[in-house]
């Protein structure tokens, strides 16, 4: 026997972005062996592929999911990534890593655990090297690879909401916890810097942790400031320079006097009067990247995203959020800066769709807007979000919409994800309660059938950008390519049956056309069948 499986008769997009073309896929012992015509290479199983695309399995470069890979039902979540083509997950995004946690910051994440996942996660290790080798000894469903969140390492040092600039000696502990995680294969450094304790930091913190990252060898990951064109986070005028741009400038110069290989967390633009400011943002990173920096980006396909409900309120409020919220007085100047802010950037509460309020007296309205469900519970809007706030310890899991456009405007969707810097990305998470996110079950399906239907690329770029384009951010160069010695991580398509279901009114339904997944050679999806028990995935280290 020649090898252990044989993708026969079936066309070709390797992921690099080169026209599709006829060849058969040999795959032994986890990878590749050969591609072209092999019809005299014997193979255990064989599997007909005419009329099938065949492409390398789809690299989720910005996932939230490596917080619930260590549950018990890991395997059963996950069946919605693999359903979709997904192989590989990328985890410790937006500053929101698993490790390092210390006594000052364990119970923290604890409870912010529950962001993600249904049970509070209860962290049994305090290193990522602890992490990791816990991963791999309970095997994962698909490849996981981490990079180690500055809000992570931040709390660890000074605690999750302490505002003041870390000390020259924090600082330091703050290196050696991040060069530890990198050491222990971490494939970079997020920041999340629309969450505390993220969104505290300043310049020379961020350029600290880019050089961190370049040092490594690692990847420097920013979910930066401010998404809309308006934010409280910035005291500049607005009129001369958007808040959104202003953000994008900030942590682009901390990538640049950092040394550091950039790549900006899902490029959106919130709300209705930030979507004219998509232009100007590309070109900022155009300019950039033209005068010497390597800047990329990342985007998912819909106008809508997942977050916390507390996302919305300024660093100022946050060591207090909860006595804010529970005093009138006080609320009332929530109200006028909400409403303020709100109108100049054209989002409001009623954009927004409750995900989980994970908390009891408010999770009888998960899939609601918060206008539909305020209206339903006899209270104001500001009083009903401020509550669930409250009730659910800033755990209210929500979807914000108006991201990049709404309601069948999507130029600036279509901008972002056109443009040729531009990996694909889910940004998402399933949990067994509440409502779901659809990215969660039609990301790259989407893509490759929505996007590719109008005219935004063609199919071989639309693999790319979900394939070779991440894989090469990360440095990867035995994944997101069909080529004899990858591993074989593969997916097989139908483009004429390819579609995805998922909407936001019913996320939870599974895409057509996708017929076979496979992760390191073992056939995890075959059809209607999904090995939730297969185990057999990989922990990807640096």
């Not at 969104?199 to 420097?220: P, S, V, W």
């Not at 940004?427 to 990215?439: E, I, M, Y």
């Not at 097989?492 to 936001?504: E, H, K, Q, S």
Request: hydrophobic share 45%; aromatic share 8%; net charge negative.
């Amino acid at each position: 026997m020649d090898c252990d499986l044989k993708l026969q008769g079936g066309r070709v997009i390797d992921g690099t972005g080169a026209p599709a073309f006829s060849a058969d896929v040999a795959v032994d012992r986890g990878a590749i062996r050969a591609v072209g015509d092999l019809r005299d290479v014997s193979a255990a199983h064989t599997i007909d592929c005419r009329g099938s695309i065949i492409a390398p399995g789809f690299i989720d470069i910005h996932s939230h999911s490596d917080w619930l890979v260590p549950g018990r039902d890991c395997a059963a979540l996950v069946e919605p990534f693999l359903r979709q083509g997904m192989t590989t997950l990328v985890g410790g995004n937006c500053g929101f890593s698993p490790a390092p946690v210390s006594a000052r910051s364990r119970d923290a994440a604890r409870a912010s655990s529950l962001l993600i996942v249904d049970e509070p996660v209860e962290p049994v290790w305090e290193t990522m090297s602890d992490f990791l080798d816990g991963l791999e000894e309970t095997g994962v469903p698909l490849n996981v690879a981490e990079l180690v969140g500055h809000g992570a390492v931040r709390a660890a040092v000074t605690g999750p909401l302490e505002p003041a600039a870390p000390s020259d000696d924090e600082l330091a502990e703050m290196e050696r916890l991040t060069r530890a995680a990198l050491d222990a294969g971490c494939v970079g450094v997020s920041t999340g810097l629309g969450y505390p304790p993220g969104i505290f930091a300043e310049l020379r913190e961020l350029a600290a942790f880019a050089r961190f990252a370049a040092d490594g060898g690692g990847l420097f990951t920013s979910h930066v400031k401010a998404y809309s064109c308006v934010s409280p986070i910035y005291q500049s005028d607005p009129a001369e320079m958007p808040h959104n741009i202003a953000a994008l400038r900030e942590v682009m110069r901390a990538a640049r006097e950092g040394g550091a290989r950039l790549q900006l967390s899902h490029l959106i633009f919130v709300g209705r009067r930030t979507w004219a400011t998509c232009a100007d943002a590309i070109a900022a990173i155009e300019s950039e990247r033209d005068a010497g920096l390597d800047v990329a980006f990342d985007a998912f396909p819909y106008t809508a995203g997942n977050t916390t409900a507390s996302v919305l309120f300024p660093p100022e409020m946050l060591p207090h959020l909860e006595t804010i919220l529970q005093d009138p007085e006080a609320m009332e100047g929530v109200k006028a800066l909400g409403r303020a802010v709100f109108d100049q950037i054209g989002f409001f509460l009623e954009d927004i769709q409750i995900m989980n309020a994970n908390a009891a007296r408010f999770d009888a309205y998960n899939g609601l807007f918060v206008g539909d469900a305020a209206a339903r519970a006899g209270m104001d809007v500001w009083e009903f979000y401020a509550r669930m706030v409250v009730e659910s310890g800033r755990n209210a899991r929500v979807l914000n919409h108006t991201y990049s456009g709404h309601e069948g405007d999507e130029d600036a969707l279509r901008a972002v994800l056109a443009h040729p810097l531009c990996s694909i990305e889910t940004d998402t998470f399933v949990t067994a309660r509440g409502h779901q996110n659809p990215a969660s079950y039609g990301t790259f399906p989407r893509v490759l059938h929505t996007y590719v239907r109008e005219g935004l690329f063609d199919l071989e770029e639309a693999v790319r950008k979900m394939t070779g384009a991440p894989a090469e951010r990360l440095g990867w160069r035995d994944r997101g390519v069909v080529r004899a010695g990858a591993a074989a991580d593969l997916v097989v398509f139908d483009p004429g049956r390819l579609r995805d279901t998922a909407t936001f009114a019913a996320p939870d339904q599974f895409p057509t056309g996708i017929e076979h997944v496979f992760v390191g050679g073992v056939h995890v999806v075959d059809g209607d069948v999904y090995h939730a028990d297969a185990r057999a995935g990989r922990v990807l280290r640096g």
